[in-house]
């Protein structure tokens, strides 16, 4: 059991839960025999989803009623108290009790908390929200998403070493190429802010990684670069334009295989190639923002997805720890 991964899980957050956190739990336990779920909620209603369909040696449940709701303002969350199951399953990292911690719920309200409860690792000014995007070539990082909407050159720099940091304790044999977000792939584009973390990052020579200067949004998935650095503003809209697109992309292509016979037919002699590009696209199994620069990691589910998306922050989770993500950054700072 002392080997066991501890991850504390906040099970009222997100829609449909606690049963799809607990389906999500179950899901991924037929996966991994290496997690212990802390698990905190109503009792009842999360042992209607879990009893007797995992053994109790990998779970706890720490019952509590109350909840941060979704339509809750980041205050308005953090103002319920200290008895939320966010709040208790973030305390229990604080407390050592739990290595990690995953939610669905309020992303506001869990960047708030985690930021009242948890100390920043040293040198590091300000936290990012960070998250895995599928390129031609594997994976990226993507940095940050919506936590800092304003950020300078010393922000920005930190979130290329939290970033290389983080791409190393996923993908451990790879070194990342690390690039910034911007308007032009020239060293002139840009203002000010970007074209003084080009220079710092082009002078500073690291083993972790390796600087690509400036990327463009059509080149984000390309697969040149690995780790992308933006202020929060321009990477939260080029994630949701991704995801638009990607929406776009998959409902166009369903409705033109279904919309006629030949389409039909077409889609019948292309399942195999029309099932791999449907999991490609499939957001489920990209789920879970990590919020890093914290000193111990916090991840986000997406609050809409199904139980498979939650399984897959849980599969986060578990290889955050295992690549020891909070070393890496306080070695690499």
């Excluded at 059991?1 to 829609?15: E, F, H, Q, S, Y």
């Excluded at 940091?165 to 203002?191: A, C, F, W």
Aim: net charge positive; glycine share 8%; with cysteine.
């Amino acid at each position: 059991m002392t080997d066991l991964i501890k991850i504390a899980v906040d099970a009222m957050g997100g829609d449909n839960s606690p049963k799809k956190v607990m389906d999500g739990i179950l899901f991924n336990h037929q996966k991994n025999k290496n997690i212990f779920y802390k698990i905190f909620g109503n009792e009842s209603e999360i042992e209607k989803f879990i009893y007797n369909k995992i053994d109790k040696k990998y779970y706890e449940i720490i019952h509590t009623n109350e909840v941060v709701k979704s339509t809750d303002s980041p205050l308005e969350g953090a103002k319920r108290g200290k008895n939320t199951s966010m709040w208790l399953a973030i305390q229990s990292v604080k407390n050592k009790e739990a290595d990690i911690v995953v939610s669905a719920g309020n992303t506001g309200a869990l960047l708030v908390i985690s930021k009242l409860n948890l100390k920043m690792i040293d040198n590091i000014d300000k936290p990012a929200l960070s998250a895995l995007w599928p390129n031609k070539k594997g994976m990226s990082v993507v940095l940050d998403l919506g936590a800092n909407i304003e950020c300078n050159s010393k922000n920005l720099l930190d979130f290329s070493i939290m970033g290389a940091s983080l791409y190393t304790s996923l993908y451990p044999t790879d070194k990342p190429n690390v690039g910034l977000l911007n308007i032009g792939s020239e060293e002139i584009k840009g203002n000010e802010t970007i074209k003084e973390t080009y220079q710092i990052l082009n002078d500073k020579k690291s083993e972790n990684y390796d600087f690509s200067g400036y990327i463009e949004g059509n080149h984000l998935m390309d697969g040149e670069v690995n780790v992308i650095v933006s202020d929060g503003f321009t990477g939260n809209v080029a994630l949701k334009t991704a995801e638009g697109t990607a929406n776009f992309i998959t409902s166009e292509l369903k409705k033109a295989m279904t919309g006629s016979i030949i389409g039909k037919i077409s889609s019948l002699l292309n399942i195999s190639n029309l099932k791999k590009f449907k999991k490609r696209l499939d957001p489920r199994l990209y789920n879970g923002a990590i919020f890093i620069g914290l000193d111990s990691p916090v991840v986000k589910s997406h609050g809409g997805t199904d139980y498979i998306g939650f399984s897959n922050s849980l599969d986060v989770c578990h290889r955050i720890i295992k690549g020891n993500l909070i070393e890496k950054i306080k070695q690499n700072i």
